[in-house]
């Protein structure tokens, strides 16, 4: 039987296509916000589809769920490094966004291997009970990742643009405005969700830690009886 070549699983293929999109999106944030913009938002659509064609395919993979959740903090850790180079005053805030996004995520997939789950986004469903709702409702988690996407790329846009104008008199506003002044709750709730998946994970290596030295502590009792 011909040995599976895991890097080539289409799912895997089409996480390729969206670093390249998210790469070009960079290369072209500072510049021209219509080409990166597009880039971007491909690149976050295909987020679901190789979702979708690892289950219909059967092609999930502890690869693939690191390439892809690698390639989401990626790509909105370097649009908060642009949002850091257009509103120089809100660095700090967007620095603080960085770390909590990284290190929440970063902990909680060491800590699910450390339990023998092989993705971040299978948790142990009688854990905390925000995570358990946020990871196990595909709707709840598309909508969070969504508006807190959309939050960051509505504040880029605004560097260049308010958008298309919505005429109500002296009410009007532009679009991207708007979407910005939505989606800022989203983008808050998104992040306390992150702390408590820092937190959570947290007790989980804690735990870990208090088994293992127990155990340990056990064995080396055992051993002088």
Known sequence: MTEE?????LPNLIGYVRII??????YFMPSNYVLASWAY???????????????????????????DMLTDRCATMCLLVVLCLFYPG???????CMIIDIVSHWIHCQSSLMKGIDSHKKIDLAGNPILRHYYSNRMILFCMCAGNELFYASLYLLHFTSGPVVPLGPLSFGVFTAV?????PVALVKTTISIVQLYAA???????DVAERKEARADESAKKN
């Open 21 to 26: 999109l998210a790469l070009l999106s960079f």
């Open 202 to 208: 947290c007790q989980n290596v804690v735990a870990i």
């Open 180 to 184: 910005c002044i939505l989606c800022a």
């Open 41 to 67: 938002i491909v690149s976050g659509l295909l987020d679901a589809v190789d979702g979708h064609a690892a289950r219909m395919l059967n092609q999930g993979s502890r690869f693939g769920a690191f390439l």
């Open 5 to 9: 070549n895991v890097y080539l699983f």
């Open 90 to 96: 809100w660095t700090f805030v967007f620095q603080l």
